[in-house]
């Protein structure tokens, strides 16, 4: 089993920044690999980036410039920083990791970008 908890979210003007962050627990020993993912309003979940344990990192193009994705080992911790922030970018936030055969997720963080 692995919890998945994200926070950071909020309200942020076009231009601006936020970090957000997802903490895992449980068996973390097994986890290779997190993926952030974003739920506009009305639209499917779509995957945003992605970090490997050893810290190979990977973005969906619409964010490659913008977003950091970057982990902290000892404090079980994966980030998103995002910069310059656009009112697309407005949605729900998760972070996501597969192991032994199931998907684990986080409640997910609201993320809201004002134009």
């Known amino acids: 089993q692995v919890q998945l908890v994200e926070s950071g979210g909020g309200l942020v003007q076009a231009g601006g920044s936020l970090t957000l962050s997802c903490v895992a627990s449980?068996?973390?020993?097994?986890?290779?690999?997190i993926n952030w993912y974003g739920q506009a309003p009305g639209k499917q979940r779509e995957w945003v980036a992605a970090?490997?344990?050893?810290?190979?990192?990977n973005y969906v193009d619409s964010v490659k410039g913008r977003f950091t994705i970057s982990r902290d080992n000892a404090k079980n911790t994966v980030y998103l920083q995002m910069n310059n922030l656009k009112p697309e970018d407005t949605a729900v936030y998760y972070c996501h990791t597969f192991v032994r055969g199931s998907n684990y997720w986080g409640q997910g963080t609201q993320v809201t970008v004002s134009s």
């Open positions: 970090i490997t344990r050893v810290g190979n990192t």
């Open positions: 449980g068996s973390i020993f097994s986890i290779n690999g």
